[in-house]
Structure formats: structure tokens, C-alpha cells
């Protein structure tokens, strides 16, 4: 690679970390949908007092399996302790001994049973720590089962402008990465900050028990280790959040490469391909090993220190037992304590974060809880049944405050008829369906279906009486027959075959594997464009509602199978309310009204043939259609 080239990359990737920076702070790294793991693991929450009080609000209905975790906690941390300090009367009484004061069998008879109490001890603490980590696996669980369910409920209770604005990417991320976090938390880290406080604390009261000298220097040396601790911490966060930024670069960069190779060989771009990853390769192996570096001398760092501290403790400990009468059992305890004082220190200062990461992820989770559902109005109507009669009138929207997409729109249908939207790209006509759907609101005018406002009927309602065909195909995991019946859930099998004949697809369904329990996947990868379109258009035939929207529903099959598909269209628009987004001369032609859009504005409106007449924009657009076709 030329240093030219290795310049521009260096300046593209610069950039994109600086916007993803500005941009929320978020990276996606590695898991399903966008480019993987969110950055906010590594960050802090906007308002940690607020997140914490209402995580443990949620963790409300396990108050009662939480509190019995704690209790084991606490006796798994005090048995421990124990454990240590019971040395100290076993080294006393049978280790430094005078063997002429007590009898020999005698002796061992009592050393076997002081070593039996402490096993008993030791017991008592490995069996409370299981139980308490079984418990919290469960609380863990049934939390993350909850919300889990809470956070899908609530996006589907979203509008579609929430998705709209809000990428796959990172919608994804807080079912994965943020509710991982705060798993992660539950099972392991709040029980490990609790139990590691606990032996601090009763390590701390042991120690300066046992001797008030010894204990004293260990509390003056933590400070220092703590320091060096903390320094190194920050430092490895920093080269970790590093990599974990140049890892999601990579990853996606790979992702956007492998899913678009179709247009890297066809503009030959091979190569240029192969030295972008070079680059991005290299720039992650300088930062991993930047991080793991720092991440790896944590260890040996601390334990030295450790080992410095002990040192130290157990000459000071010598000189007490040679000059003081300090008892063995008892120095063999406090350098014992000493060794077993920086653990917790570590173990709480490294859970810090993870607690940071769960909180973040957390909140993360609760900023899409606390968004406005979609509501219907106090004062809602449910009819019996929707005929389809539709009206717009003086309709203007706008998906922003400052520009106007929709202006003064008025039409009437009524069922059995047709009435296509024409205009070039932008012109608004895809908005009109979005607003027949009440995917978004108007800010001015009125939209009745069967002489009622659309916003009085309740949306459940109304969308069950709309059928759409959209340009971008989506198919679900699940057989060719679950698909079709998608429109329809009560219909029969028969009755999904018929719909899949009036879309034409009865007869490549036919020759799949299974025919129509053929498993699709992956929204269908195995299917062309046209088949997966044939199969959504079955879906929208097999559906009940009178009013059907085509938003160029035929445009990825070919000329000939539209044939087929406008024969079947016709029998399923009949006595339904149709509206058509098409390029297609045939679909423009057959239309009971023909809308020409321009700028969010009706200019022309009429028969094919009366709109051909005026000799205006339609009929520019309808040569223009002749030359494509």
C-alpha cells in the first residue's frame, strides 16, 4: 500500500471514530445487526442514582431470594474468615509445642479433631457460596427473562418513526449487549462487591485483633497499592476502549465487504478491498497488544506488590515474636490476612467496571421503556366493519417542523376502485400510504375511512382492514405456507394455496424441496427478488381487508409474470378500496384516477386517458414510461 493511499484511510477512519464519538459515543462490535458491540459498555451512566434506584425497583419481586443470597453472603464471607483465624489455636497447640508437656496420642487425637472443625468450617463456606450463586443465577434470569419481554412488548407498541430514527443496529444492541450487561452484574458482580466488602471489613477487624502493629501496617501500605491499582485500571480502560472501537471499525468494514461483494467485483475493487483491511488489521493488532499489554501487567503488578507487603509484614512479625512474645499461630494468621487484604480491593475495584457497563446498559434499555407508545384517542369509535370508503382532505404533513412533504392533498375513493399515484422520486406518494396506515399523524387536514377520522378509529382496527404490498420485501423464519398465511392467520390451507395461485406462485412453490413447507430463512435469502415479492403479494390476497395498498408491488418481477399477477390483482381489488405507487404502464393505465404528484402536491388528477389529453406532467411521465418499458 502507498503511503497516499495509507494517508486517506488514516484521515476516513480518523474521521469516522471522531463522528462516532459526537454521535452518542456508540460503536456496534461483533453481535447480530449493525456492527456489533455498543461502546456503552465502556462508559458511565447519564444518572447512575436514577438507574440504580430503578434496577432495584424492577428487582423488586426478588426481594425474597436476594435477601436469602445476601444472608448466604455474609456467612460464606465470615465462615472464610473463620477458616483463616482457626489456624491460629491449631499452630499454637499442636505445631509449636513442648513435646514433653502432653501425651503423643492424646495430641494427635485433638490435632485431627481442631482439623475436623476446620474442614466442617470450609464446608459451611463452599456450600453457602453454591447456593448463593445458584440463587442469584435464578434472580439473574427471571430479571433478564422480564425485560427482556418488557423491552420487545414495548417496541412493538412503538411508532414507526421510532425505527425510523433509530438504526437496527443499536435497537438490537440493547436486546444483546445492554441486557447482557446487566446479567453479567446480577449472576457475579453485585454478590462479589457485596462478599468482598464483607471481608474487608472482617478482614480489617481480624487483623487489628490479631495484633494491632501488624494490622496497622497493612492499613498504611493499601493506600499505595490502591493507587497503583487504579492508575493501571484507567490506563488498560483506556487501550481497551481503543481496541474495542478499532475492532468494531474492522468488523464492519469485513461485514459491509463480504454482504456487498457483488459490487467490489464489479467495479474490481479487489484489491483496494484487500489493502483497507490491511490497514484496519494492522491498526487492531497495535492497539490489542497496547491493551492486552496493560490489561496482562495488572497481575503481576499487584501480586508483587502483594508479595512486598507480606514480605514486609512477616519480618516485622519476626522481630514482634523475638522481642514481643508474639505468638506464631498468631503471626502465621496476620501475614496470612495481609496476603488476604488487596484481594477484595482488586476484586471490588475491577467489578466497578462492570457495575459501570451494567448501569449504562441499563439505562439504555430504560430510555426505550420510557418512550411514548402509540396510543389510541379516549374517544374512539370501533365499527363492525370497514367498507373502504376513503377521503383525504386538505392533508399536509411534514416528518420535520421545518419541511412540509405533504401540501393541500384531497381525494375520494370508494370500493372497487383504483386510484394510482404517479411522480418522480419524492414527490410524497409513499407518504400518503403511510399516512392511510397511520404510521404518522397529519399535522393539518382530515383523513375519514367510512366517513369517520382515521385518528377516532382505533389502530388495531383500521390496520386490520388495510392489506399492503411494499416494494422492500420482508419474509419471516418460518414454511412458505406460515408466510402466506401471515395475511390471515385463521385461514386454511386451502385457502392459502388459492391466494398463493392468484399471485402466481403457486408454481415455483410447487417445485421448492418441501413445496409449501419448504423452512425459508434469513428472510428468504434462497428465493429470487421476484419470488419473495410473489409470495408477500399471496400474503396481501389471502388478507380480508378492504382497502389494499400497492407500493410497487410488481417491480422486481418480470414483464410476464406481472401478467399473471394483474390477472389475480384484479380479483382480489375487487369490491376493495386500491391505491397504487407504480412505474408499470399496465397497473397506470387501468386506473379509475390517476394522482400525479409534484413537490407534495396533487398537479393533475383523472382517467389515463383525460390526463393524456392535457398534455401536461403525466403525459411527460407516460412517454417517458413508454421509452423504459
Partial sequence: ???????????????????????????????????????????????????????????????????????????????SLTGSYLLRPIINQFIYYDPQETD????????????????????????????????????????????????????????????DNHPAGDVMSRFTNDVDAVGEMLN?????????????????????????????????????????????????????????????????????????????????????????????????METQIKAQF??????????????????????????????????LGGLTVSVNYTRQFNRPINEISMQMNNVFSALAGAERVFEVLDQEPEQDAADVVSPQKIQGYVEMDHVYFGYGPDKTVLKDISLKAKP?????????????????????????????????????????????????SIAMVLQDTHLFTGTVRENIRYGRLDATDEEVEEAAKIASAHSFITHLEKGYDTVLEQDAANLSQ???????????????????????????VDTRTERHIDRGMDAIMKNRTTFVIAHRLSTVRTADAIMVLEGGEIIERGTHEELLALNGRYAALYHELIELD
Avoid at 432 to 454: A, C, E, H, K, W
Wanted: hydrophobic share 45%.
Fill in 1 to 79: 500500500m502507498n503511503q497516499e493511499r495509507a494517508a486517506r484511510l488514516q484521515k476516513k477512519y480518523s474521521r469516522a471514530a471522531l463522528s462516532s464519538g459526537q454521535q452518542k459515543k456508540e460503536l456496534n462490535i461483533g453481535r447480530g445487526g449493525g456492527r456489533g458491540r455498543a461502546m456503552s459498555a465502556h462508559g458511565k451512566p447519564k444518572n447512575t442514582k436514577g438507574t440504580v434506584i430503578r434496577l432495584l425497583q424492577y428487582l423488586g419481586n426478588e426481594r425474597g431470594r436476594i435477601a436469602a443470597a445476601m444472608s448466604l453472603t455474609v456467612v460464606f464471607a465470615l465462615s
Fill in 104 to 163: 503423643l496420642g492424646k495430641r494427635i487425637f485433638s490435632f485431627a479433631a481442631a482439623l475436623g472443625g476446620l474442614a466442617a468450617v470450609y464446608a459451611v463456606s463452599v456450600i453457602s457460596q453454591w447456593l448463593q450463586q445458584r440463587i442469584m443465577l435464578t434472580v439473574s434470569q427471571r430479571s433478564l427473562r422480564r425485560l427482556r419481554k418488557e423491552l420487545f412488548d414495548k417496541l412493538q407498541t412503538l411508532p414507526i418513526a421510532y425505527f
Fill in 188 to 284: 457475579t458482580t453485585f454478590i462479589q462487591i457485596v462478599s468482598g466488602s464483607i471481608t474487608l471489613v472482617g478482614t480489617i477487624i481480624l487483623m487489628l485483633y490479631t495484633n494491632v502493629i501488624l494490622g496497622g501496617l497493612t492499613l498504611l501500605l493499601a493506600p499505595a497499592l490502591t493507587l497503583v491499582s487504579k492508575f493501571i485500571i484507567q490506563k488498560g480502560r483506556k487501550a481497551y476502549a481503543l481496541q474495542q472501537k478499532n475492532l468494531g471499525i474492522l468488523n464492519g468494514f469485513a461485514q459491509e465487504t463480504i454482504t456487498g461483494q457483488k459490487v467490489v467485483k464489479l467495479f474490481n475493487h479487489e484489491e483496494v478491498a484487500m489493502d483497507e483491511f490491511s490497514f484496519l488489521n494492522r491498526e487492531l
Fill in 294 to 327: 496493560r490489561s496482562s501487567i495488572m497481575g503481576p503488578v499487584t501480586h508483587q506488590l502483594c508479595n512486598m507487603c507480606y514480605a514486609l509484614t512477616a519480618c516485622v512479625g519476626a522481630v514482634l515474636v523475638v522481642l514481643k512474645g508474639f505468638d
Fill in 416 to 464: 372497487g376502485q383504483k386510484i394510482a399515484f404517479v411522480g418522480s422520486t419524492g414527490a410524497g406518494k409513499t407518504t400518503i400510504t403511510n399516512l392511510l396506515t397511520r404510521f404518522y399523524d397529519i399535522q393539518q387536514g382530515r383523513i375519514t375511512v367510512d366517513n369517520l377520522p382515521i385518528d377516532k378509529i382505533p389502530r388495531a382496527k383500521l390496520r386490520s
Fill in 530 to 556: 421476484g419470488q419473495r415479492q410473489l409470495l408477500n403479494i399471496a400474503r396481501a390476497a389471502l388478507s380480508r381487508a378492504p382497502i389494499l395498498i400497492l407500493d410497487e408491488a410488481t417491480s422486481s
